[in-house]
Structure formats: structure tokens, C-alpha cells
């Protein structure tokens, strides 16, 4: 059965503090996706990896880093966590050639 | 750049068909995908259909395509509660790593 997880289902920071949402697939899949998503604006895309230390800016990249240290694995990072940064985020992936994508639970983030 | 619209909400009576519509805005669609949100998940794909096809149906889902009006549909029939999710259109194009997702169609199923 394939997988995305995602570390946490719930994450709650303070403004200004760095935090790290990682994702993990085991279909050994080339492309790995972070998107946010907001009621009233469906999901936007952070950022992409179609490979291992490959990155593409999303539609919504800033205030956002991305790290693909190993295939299997995808961090998003938020150097200096803000207040409209809280928001419901969707990791996906999917295989090369391949366009379905495949969707983790998703983390809900709240920043004070 | 590319566009999916998609109305925000559906409320439907249980047993009735839905139809949830779409418009995208990119000629050169290929793909084009219904995922669905149960509460607290992420999504799932429910179906897809190529450009080159007008309809595919399967079991209770049925996806129409008008290619010339850039409009896709998704009827189910015999709406059951369970069906009560989020609906997302989605768009790309053959190559492309990147998916055009639409805001989502609330569709909520009335006992």
C-alpha cells in the first residue's frame, strides 16, 4: 500500500521560531510536492523536487526553504515562522512520466 | 497562467445524483483529475480523464469532458453520506510536474 507521512498531524509555534515539516514516501518516487492550503484559496504550491538536491519555486515560495537531502525524503522549512503562515500543509509525490499524485495526511500549523 | 475554477459548496439529498462542475482555463490540458478530501486527510484521487476523451465512467462516478468549452463534470450517483468531502478539479499537461488544482467543491450529503 503506498505511503506519504507526514511528521506531525497537529504543530503549534511561536512567531519568529524556525520550524521543519518533513515528509516521507515509500514508493521511491522522483517528485515530491509541499503545498499549502487555505479555505477559500484550495491548495497552493510551496515548492516542488523532481530529485534528490533539485528544487523549483512554487506559486507561493516565499518565506519557505525546501530541503531533498535523500529521495525519499522532503523538509519544509519556515526560517521565521509568521502569523499568516498558519495554514493546513499537503505534502505529495509522484512517480516520473507518471502525473498522479499521491497525498499525505497533511500537518495543521498554527503560529502565535 | 493556468486557471480551475470550481464553485465553493453543493448540498445534496442522499440517494440523489450530484454534479459537480469545473472550468480550466489552459488549452493544452492533458490530464485532468477529481481528487477527494474526507475531513482531516488529505486528498485521494478519485478519477481522471485525458484530454482526448469525452467520458469515462466508473461505477457510480461519471466524468464529462467539453474540451472545446474547457468544462469537466463529476455526476454521482445514488449520493451517499459518505460521499460528504471536498472535491478538487485538477489540471496538467503531458511532461509536466506541475498540477493546477482548483479551490474545492464542498459537497455536503443531507440524511
Redesign the interface.
Known amino acids: 500500500d503506498v505511503k ?1 507521512t507526514q511528521s506531525s498531524r497537529y504543530l503549534v509555534k511561536r512567531t519568529g521560531e524556525k520550524v521543519f515539516l518533513e515528509c516521507v514516501q515509500d514508493m521511491d518516487h522522483e ?1 515530491m510536492f509541499w ?1 499549502r492550503q487555505d479555505p ?4 497552493r ?1 510551496i515548492y ?1 523536487s ?1 530529485d534528490v538536491k533539485m528544487k ?1 519555486k ?1 506559486d507561493i515560495p516565499e518565506g519557505y526553504s525546501v530541503s531533498r537531502e535523500k529521495k525519499e525524503r522532503f523538509s519544509l522549512i519556515l526560517e521565521s515562522a509568521s502569523t499568516n503562515q498558519t495554514s493546513m500543509y ?1 505534502c ?1 509525490s ?1 512517480g516520473a ?1 507518471n ?8 500537518t495543521r500549523l498554527t503560529v502565535l | 497562467g493556468e486557471d480551475v475554477e470550481q464553485s465553493l459548496f453543493l448540498s445534496v439529498r442522499e440517494g440523489d445524483s450530484s454534479v459537480i462542475n469545473c472550468t480550466y482555463t489552459d488549452s493544452s490540458s492533458t490530464y485532468l483529475y477529481w481528487y477527494k478530501q474526507e475531513p482531516g486527510a488529505g486528498l485521494q484521487l478519485l478519477t481522471y480523464i485525458f484530454s482526448n476523451m469525452d467520458m469515462k465512467q466508473d461505477q457510480r462516478l461519471t466524468v464529462l469532458l467539453n474540451k472545446k468549452d474547457k468544462h469537466l463534470s463529476l455526476r454521482i450517483a445514488d449520493t451517499q453520506t459518505g460521499d460528504s468531502a471536498i472535491y478538487f478539479c485538477a489540471e496538467t499537461r503531458e511532461g509536466y510536474q506541475k498540477v493546477t488544482f482548483g479551490i474545492g467543491t464542498k459537497l455536503q450529503v443531507i440524511p
Not at chain 1, 40 to 43: D, I, K, R, S, T
Not at chain 1, 99 to 106: K, L, T
Open positions: 506519504v517528485n503545498y477559500g484559496l484550495g491548495l504550491l516542488f523532481y523549483e512554487g499537503l505529495a509522484c512520466g502525473n498522479e499524485q499521491f497525498f499525505g495526511p497533511g
